[in-house]
């Protein structure tokens, strides 16, 4: 929920009080300097000087995340693959950087389209599929991706805080090309999680945040069971409220989970995870609710430079809110809300501009996952899933 005060009316009416001419009382003004419809610029954007109030304020300023018994509203999001940059193998430009030079905001423009709904919360958590890295690629994958490391700013422009990094490209460019993306992800403030241990995002409103990433290709599900309690509890010895916990897992184009990932989903659960997000499909599944805590089993493509023409462009954006009592520690679940979206902003070619959909697109998204819903249940019946019940495009708490 974003607060801002009428900012656009407001600039443009104080750009045009500022640009008129010096009137006397009883003097005309001179209407033909506005026959365009705009009024004349003003000498710089300093003239312009106008209040927003934060994605958290109330009309009268205060924080809607405190509330009044001492706990704290959180706001995650959550989106599936983020790849940029290109195959280095190659000596052409990527499909990428073609469509950088057409973009007049530079860097800025794959999240362009969906800042103003990542910006309204306290932590966004994507996939990053591919590395940050001029190094030359080490792998033999149909597929390789990198990006300069100046190309972080897609991230920081789009107000992601934090990434999964333990996926099937994160070595695509070897361990420098890996400890490469590591600085630039660094240097820019971008938290990250994957093979080499876990990470912490503390909220300006004191919540800690834990955040564990796997892939389970190579035989790694036993490691996993192995080792997940154990990593859970440890980020909750470090004074984490939340834990959040990424897989990589299943297979590509499936909009169904298979045998193996559901067992792992809930084994998370139990291990005391929060939330399970799960990416590598590149297709949108069902959201399993399980002990009242969610599985998505895949949130498919988001800005994926990897296919201009994929068959399938939907997806959405997963958010969730927590009630925390910092006191104690309990965390309550306080409802989640899909953004339907197109991986592009346009509707037959990507151009890696993931873009909120329309009303009558965001119904067929919903329609969609609902029918996954349906199948997922009737393949395992056997075993009790449950998804959810309905896929709820807005809040249903105001706070």
Known sequence: ???????KGLLALLLLVLALP????????????FESGEPPAAESWEDAVFETLPWYAREDGSDWRLQDDGSVIVTISATGDVTIGGDTRKGSPSVFDKQLELEPSGLDFPMENVRAILEADDMTIVNFEGTLTNTKSKTKNTFSFAAPPEYVQVLTSGSVEAVSLENNHILDHGNQGYADTCEALSGAGILYSGHLGGSIC?????????????QTFNGNYANIYASIEGDIQALRDAGCELVIVS???GEEKDYLPNERQVPLGRATIDAGADLVLGHHSHRMNPIEEYKGKYICYSLGN???AGNTRPDDMDTYIFQQRFRVYLQTGEVQNEGFRIVPCS??????????KPTPADAAHSV?????????????????QSTGVAAVGDYPTEW????
């Open 1 to 7: 929920m974003n607060h801002t005060v009428n900012a």
């Open 22 to 33: 010096a009137c006397g009382l009883g003097e005309t003004l001179d209407l033909s300097l």
């Open 202 to 214: 503390t909220t300006d409103t004191g919540v800690h945040i834990g955040m564990l990433s796997y």
């Open 247 to 249: 897989y990589h897992w």
């Open 302 to 304: 988001f800005s994926f």
């Open 343 to 352: 991986i592009s902003s346009q509707e037959k070619v990507n151009d890696f």
């Open 364 to 380: 067929e998204i919903v329609e969609h996952l609902l029918e996954l819903n349906k199948e997922f249940e009737k393949t395992y």
């Open 396 to 399: 249903t708490t105001a706070y």
